[in-house]
């Protein structure tokens, strides 16, 4: 009866193992489900975060060119074109790293910046973000250019100023 004690003692023992190893192998499991969601979260918090600094870009636009319309100064209105959209912000986002000239680029991920050399704001999304893209807006203004020199002057009637991707938008 003893050996038979010994088998049962280890036929448990063994499945007390299996059952620390499934307990163990379902919690990794869950752990990964867990950290997949939450990179996700985080994901989609950045997309949510660049889009609501694009609408106050849009925003801080639109009302600088409603107060340059109202002033009738054309000049001003016209150097809007191509402009720095972060600097009509009383105060812009932790992630701005400011403006780059040729040759140089952010120190990280996840940050915007203003390209100099091209005039335009860009984007450059986390490395957690699948392809990394990278988004680019430019300054634009919309008139009838009725002289035909191909600039806002006092000839030509405003329209809108928008702020356009020259990259994929999100």
């Not at 163990?24 to 869950?30: A, D, R």
């Not at 001003?76 to 009509?88: I, K, Q, V, Y």
């Not at 912000?89 to 040759?103: A, C, D, N, Q, T």
């Not at 991920?109 to 203003?114: A, E, K, N, Q």
Request: glycine share 6%; charged share 30%; proline share 4%.
């Amino acid at each position: 009866m003893t050996a038979s004690r010994a088998a049962e003692r280890a036929a448990r023992a063994e499945l007390g193992r299996f059952e620390r190893l499934m307990a163990v192998s379902v919690m990794l499991l869950l752990v990964t489900l867990g950290a997949e969601h939450i990179l996700r979260l985080a994901d989609s918090a950045e997309r949510e975060n660049v889009s609501a600094t694009l609408a106050t870009l849009r925003a801080a636009l639109m009302l600088e060119a409603a107060s340059r319309v109202i002033a009738r100064d054309h000049e001003a209105l016209g150097a809007l074109e191509d402009s720095n959209p972060m600097r009509l912000l009383s105060r812009v986002p932790s992630s701005y790293v400011g403006e780059l000239g040729p040759g140089e680029a952010p120190d990280r991920d996840g940050v915007w910046y203003f390209d100099a050399e091209r005039r335009e704001i860009v984007y450059q999304f986390g490395a957690r973000t699948e392809g990394r893209p990278t988004l680019r807006h430019r300054v634009r203004l919309r008139f009838d250019d009725t002289d035909g020199n191909g600039r806002l002057d006092r000839a030509d009637r405003f329209q809108a100023v928008r702020l356009e991707p020259v990259a994929a938008p999100i």
